[in-house]
């Protein structure tokens, strides 16, 4: 069983960053392909961005594509969300998930493990 916390969650105002990281429990870390999604009050859980085993490839939303980057380190078994330029719409709960399989996924049932989310906040 994979436990994952993520931290960095908080209130910013619109145009700043915000980093997220989710900690993995496993020592194999680097064998999950690792997602980020998200999801807003009254809507569906989102795809945000996701990673391979290795992070040599990667994949976001078109939504975040050029604004988040998506990296990971195996050796802290840590996963990363930089978020930068962040707009009222970005306000969401932020879940990081791993995956078993290897490859980047865009759908939340081809996850296998979930965090407990943290809260970003955007401000206009």
């Known amino acids: 069983q994979v436990q994952l916390v993520e931290t960095g969650g908080g209130l910013v105002q619109a145009g700043g960053s915000l980093r997220l990281s989710c900690a993995a429990s496993?020592?194999?870390?680097?064998?999950?392909?690792m997602g980020w999604f998200r999801q807003a009050p009254g809507k569906e859980r989102d795809f945000v961005a996701a990673?391979?085993?290795?992070?040599?490839?990667?994949d976001y939303a078109d939504s975040v594509k050029g604004r988040f980057t998506i990296s990971r380190d195996n050796a802290k078994s840590t996963v990363y969300l930089q978020m930068n330029s962040l707009k009222p719409e970005d306000t969401a709960v932020y879940y990081c998930?791993?995956?078993?399989?290897?490859?980047?996924?865009?759908?939340?049932?081809?996850?296998?493990?979930w965090g407990q989310g943290t809260q970003v906040t955007v401000s206009s």
């Open positions: 990673i391979t085993w290795g992070g040599t490839t990667t």
């Open positions: 998930a791993a995956r078993i399989i290897s490859g980047t996924g865009r759908r939340a049932y081809e996850y296998d493990y």
């Open positions: 496993e020592r194999t870390f680097s064998n999950y392909a």
